[in-house]
Structures are given as structure tokens and as C-alpha cells.
């Protein structure tokens, strides 16, 4: 528990300090901040890996606006920070990156984002031979990937179904990489 509140309190402290630098854009009349997300998942669904954790995550992010900055087909991306909080004490995790956003039809729209992580498991490794019930993560930093699809309603309000993914991709080199997944339902405002 004492951890899941030190990643919020960290979470929010960040989202303050960005908020505050650059609250106002060169006009000085908009908000830095352009989207609040909220949702409920369900947490370590397995997808890519065994499931060991279970439950509920809450789930919350903050997206700003686009770099002007476009990158060849992708289009600019909105940074993003957020936290996943798991509701029975496994791995929680906050998160920072970038988000690509894609208009479809019908007031559809699908988001794919890609960053880094931070997560509280409580065991990074466990030793040989032993059997244990949360996830091995091999390190704290992961990569985090996400896709969401969605429909917008009532002009800024959306919903959406989205997955996202931690690992460390067997880059650090770590015997460890079971991943996590998650699954679920987010609530958006657009600013």
C-alpha cells in the first residue's frame, strides 16, 4: 500500500510541475494539459505471458499538447504521464510517453502510445528454483506500449477499450521478463 501511494504522490507531483511550467501556451490563454483520462482494467489478463497477478487496476493519465514536430508518417505525438494502481496490493506502475492519435469514422478513433515505466514489484528476481505469485520483471524501468479504441460523444467526452503492455524486451539483459498486460475500459475528456 505504502507504495502504491508513493508512485501517486510522485505521479501527481510531476503532473504538477509540468502543469505549472507551462501552463499557458505563447498567447498565454491555454491549458498545457489537453486530455484527462480515467478507467478501470483488469489487471495481469496474460496475453503475453502467464498470469500470476489479479484483480483491478484504476487507472489515470494525463495526455498535453502536440510536438510541433512531425515524424514522417506518424504524424505528432501528445507526451503523456500516468499511473496504473492496482487495487489488491500487486504491481502498480507509473508512466510517461508519447501518443499517436488516429481519426476513423463515425466519430471512431484509435491511439497507440509508447514510453517507459516504473513499477513497484515486489520481487525483481526471485532466487532459482523458487515459485513465486507476483510477476518477475527482470528491472524496475520497462518499456511500456498501449493501444486504445474508442468513440467520441457529445463532442469532448470518449470511451474506449484499451490494452497495454510492460516488459523489459530482454534488453537489460535480465533472466526475468514475464510482462504484464492489462485490459479495460477508459473514460476521456478533451480540454
Do not use: C
Not at 501518443?99 to 471512431?108: E, F, H
Amino acid at each position: 500500500m505504502i507504495k502504491n501511494v508513493k508512485i501517486l504522490l510522485v505521479s501527481f507531483l510531476l503532473i504538477f510541475l509540468v502543469n505549472t511550467s507551462y501552463a499557458f501556451d505563447k498567447k498565454g490563454t491555454s491549458s498545457f494539459i489537453t486530455e484527462v483520462k480515467t478507467g478501470v482494467v483488469a489487471h495481469d489478463i496474460g496475453l503475453f505471458g502467464r498470469q500470476k497477478e489479479s484483480g483491478l487496476d484504476s487507472t489515470f493519465e494525463f495526455l498535453f499538447r502536440k510536438i510541433d514536430y512531425n515524424l514522417l508518417w506518424l504524424g505528432k505525438p501528445r507526451p503523456h504521464i500516468g499511473a496504473t494502481i492496482n487495487m489488491g496490493g500487486d504491481t502498480s506502475q507509473a508512466y510517461a510517453g508519447i501518443t499517436w492519435d488516429y481519426k476513423l469514422p463515425k466519430r471512431m478513433f484509435f491511439n497507440f502510445s509508447w514510453g517507459l515505466t516504473y513499477h513497484n514489484g515486489d520481487k525483481i528476481h526471485s532466487p532459482n528454483n523458487v515459485v513465486t505469485d507476483k510477476k518477475e520483471l527482470g528491472s524496475n524501468i520497462l518499456f511500456r506500449e498501449a493501444a486504445e479504441i474508442g468513440w467520441n460523444f457529445y463532442g469532448k467526452d470518449s470511451i474506449s477499450l484499451r490494452f497495454d503492455h510492460i516488459s523489459n524486451a530482454n534488453l537489460w539483459g535480465e533472466d526475468a521478463n514475464e510482462g504484464l498486460d492489462t485490459f479495460g475500459v477508459v473514460y476521456s475528456y478533451r480540454f
